[in-house]
């Protein structure tokens, strides 16, 4: 009798002490994904205020800021989605993924370029399985408009996968579009379409 209860004891510490472990482990992954998201867009926000530099050394600057943050590969694959995305070829893939990142990137470096002196707010990280979700607000000529950073690890190296914008995802939204038009055309007038997007 002696012996089980022991046994039940020791399996009880073991499982709580799994519990505990688990808990910390998830609240150190929430306490290095919200410094490294504060970190990396304060260094943005502060190029942005530099008043004597032109906007083309900027956004060049702003770039090698931000590219390391996403995974721009998941992010294209994710937008076209499980339907179309299987049965390309290897070329299509690629030249899909890299209009994607030029024409996601232009975007951002355009939202960018109406920036004045907002500030960005943020939210105590929520861990969603394994990923982390940090809310965050950015106060821009007295309006709050909340941003939603999604980000998981990879290779002991935070990378943003989506982004949601009052509500609406990027990665949903560019899925729609393109679905839209593949609905009704092939995927080459897809990719001519981002290629005319990207040169505009």
């Given amino acids: 009798m002696k012996i089980k209860e022991l046994n039940i004891g020791a399996l009880l510490y073991a499982v709580f002490s799994l519990l505990i472990l688990s808990q910390t482990v998830i609240a150190d992954e929430k306490i290095a994904a919200g410094e490294f998201l504060k970190n990396k867009l304060d260094t ?11 906007q083309q050394a900027k956004n060049r600057e702003v770039v090698e800021i931000v590219t390391p943050m996403f995974n721009f590969p998941l992010m294209a694959k994710l937008s076209l989605g499980r339907k179309y995305w299987p049965d390309l070829t290897q ?7 890299e209009l994607f990142i030029k024409r996601l990137r232009q975007s951002y470096l355009d939202k960018l370029t109406t920036y004045t002196d907002e500030k960005m707010i943020y939210e105590s990280p929520v861990a969603v399985k394994k990923k982390i979700h940090i809310p965050t607000h950015l106060i821009s000529k007295g309006k709050k408009i909340s941003m939603l950073y999604k980000l998981y690890p990879s290779n002991n190296i935070w990378k943003i996968y989506d982004i949601e914008i009052q509500g609406v995802s990027i990665i949903r939204s560019y899925r ?3 679905r839209e038009i593949l609905a009704k055309g092939t995927f080459d007038d897809l990719l001519q379409r981002m290629q005319k997007s990207v040169n505009n």
């Fill in 44 to 54: 943005v926000f502060t190029v942005l205020q530099k008043k004597d530099l032109a």
């Fill in 91 to 97: 070329d299509k893939k690629d030249r899909f993924t």
């Fill in 176 to 178: 729609s579009q393109f």
